[in-house]
């Protein structure tokens, strides 16, 4: 074997509490912040927007708190996927950890196309495609060299994005108030027309699809516990810290823009990259007089699709190796290099991300449909830590032990996960509801797409291997998978 093979096989633990928060927040705070956030007031009014985004936020505050109770007792590379593997069923366990590889290995594609289309804004007669791939082999670079540069790189892009959100805050609180921008606007647009809620509760229910996408990248946080320096430690201070920020940022962003912009105002309707300059952030910017503001905020959104690239190859990959490491995928994907770095399993999924880029020039539609797959795996991943925590509690005290005996509690069990499990499904079910109405099956196909290929990955795996629900008395709880261990460190 090439690269000097480790005989334990063992990641790096190298990455800090400081870094575990920001991948955890950087991976939620980009597009769906700077661009798309204005859609959710456009369709719901300023109040519904922010009822709709409080309640997907405490609902994924009960996801991360679910995970961070799993990842700080067994913190494994796998996450949920071997959680569930462990907890719940193999065939759950196998069908999350490929379903979970091919959301981000067909995401990564769609970031790496972006940084194209944002580059051209600066550059409009260079192919985009050329930008594209410069930043599929610099992500290639950053988790080819060290877990740690990895972690370092999405501490400083994570950095950018919380320095722009909070001088937007800051401005829009100025405007607001009448410091800057010209006469104070209050809160006059809270009961403008039909604000503060447009649309009733249907309105309101299709913007938890808007905050669901825009939240997903949480539970990252539970991928890195496997290479976490003290992950009984880092973990839980990582998803307070980072559920508290991301709650605050969201929804004072859209309190800051609903108070500027009126719902009806067309600009919150933008959702394309390649148009900055109507992006809310960039029209309050311009508010207040920075004449630079679009390419200022072209700038952050560049960061953000390659910070966004980077945490997909990461997380792609040690869930490959996970596989690997479970036998749900070849052994050499499970082999780790002497700087701890799963390179086989890096190499395979930078060939499968290429291959789902090189799709767009064949032909769209294929591209389409690659994407659509993979729409609704971050909510179905959702739904695989909400289960596992259940059932880990219960086999927990099942067989004998005590809450006491757990260094961090998730909040609010057993409604926490039943919560998130029944508003995961809502959300997945609601996703196009106008493509039944109108029966447009191309549509319905693109958008559920994911759903049968889960089901697919499950059954087959369930009747190939006659796998069962594992009883709560014979739920593995001890502290280790195939191929990886972990033992806490002592106080």
């Not at 456009?42 to 009822?51: C, E, Q, R, Y």
């Not at 109770?69 to 462990?86: H, N, Q």
């Not at 985009?128 to 400083?156: A, D, H, K, P, Q």
Request: aromatic share 14%.
């Amino acid at each position: 074997m090439a690269d000097g093979a480790k005989s334990t096989g063992q990641m790096e633990r190298t990455l800090e509490t400081r870094h575990l928060s920001m991948i955890a927040l950087g991976g939620t705070i980009g597009t769906g912040l700077f661009i798309a956030s204005g859609s959710a007031i456009s369709t719901a009014g300023p109040g519904g927007a922010l009822v709709a985004y409080g309640i997907m936020g405490i609902m994924v505050y009960f996801l991360m708190t679910s995970l961070g109770e799993m990842a700080t007792y067994m913190p494994l590379t796998g996450s949920f996927s071997a959680y569930s593997t462990k907890f719940v069923d193999p065939a759950l366990g196998f069908a999350l950890g490929w379903n979970y590889w091919f959301n981000w290995a067909i995401t990564i594609p769609v970031d790496v196309t972006t940084a194209g289309i944002v580059m051209n804004y600066w550059l409009p007669n260079v192919p985009g495609w050329i930008f594209s791939l410069t930043v599929m082999v610099l992500i290639f670079l950053i988790n080819y060299l060290s877990v740690r540069s990895y972690g370092e790189t999405e501490f400083w892009l994570a950095l950018i994005k919380v320095i722009t959100v909070v001088v937007f805050l800051i401005v829009g609180v100025a405007i607001i108030l009448g410091i800057m921008g010209g006469r104070p606007v209050g809160l006059s647009n809270f009961h403008y027309k039909q604000a503060p809620f447009v649309g009733g509760v249907p309105a309101i229910i299709s913007v938890f699809l808007v905050a669901g996408f825009s939240f997903q990248g949480t539970e990252l946080v539970g991928i890195t516990a496997g290479e976490a320096a003290t992950p009984e430690k880092s973990v839980s201070k990582a998803i307070h810290s980072t559920f508290w920020r991301i709650l605050l940022f969201y929804i004072f962003a859209i309190f800051v823009i609903a108070c500027i912009l009126p719902y009806t105002d067309k600009n919150l309707l933008n959702q394309d990259v390649s148009n900055i300059t109507m992006s809310p952030f960039t029209i309050v910017f311009k508010r207040a007089g920075l004449a630079f503001a679009a390419s200022v905020m072209n700038a952050v959104i560049l960061t953000a699709v390659i910070s966004a690239a980077n945490s997909g190859l990461y997380a792609s990959t040690r869930m490959l190796y996970s596989q690997a490491r479970e036998g749900y995928a070849w052994r050499i994907f499970g082999y780790v290099n002497r700087r701890g770095i799963p390179i086989y399993a890096l190499l395979g999924t930078m060939v499968v991300s290429l291959a789902a880029y090189a799709t767009q020039f064949i032909g769209p539609k294929a591209y389409n449909y690659l994407i659509g797959a993979s729409g609704l795996c971050g909510f179905i991943a959702w739904l695989g830590i909400a289960i596992s925590h259940y059932r880990f509690r219960k086999a927990f005290l099942k067989q004998g032990h005590t809450i006491s005996e757990l260094k961090y509690h998730a909040t609010g069990f057993p409604f926490g996960p039943v919560f998130a499990l029944v508003l995961c499904i809502v959300v997945i079910c609601g996703q196009n509801i106008d493509a039944f109405v109108k029966m447009d099956w191309q549509n319905i196909l693109i958008t559920y797409m994911g759903i049968p290929l889960f089901l697919i990955l499950f059954f087959y795996y369930k009747i190939r291997y006659k796998t069962h629900l594992i009883p709560l008395e014979k739920v593995d709880l001890s502290r280790r998978t195939k191929g990886e261990s972990y033992e806490p460190k002592e106080d």
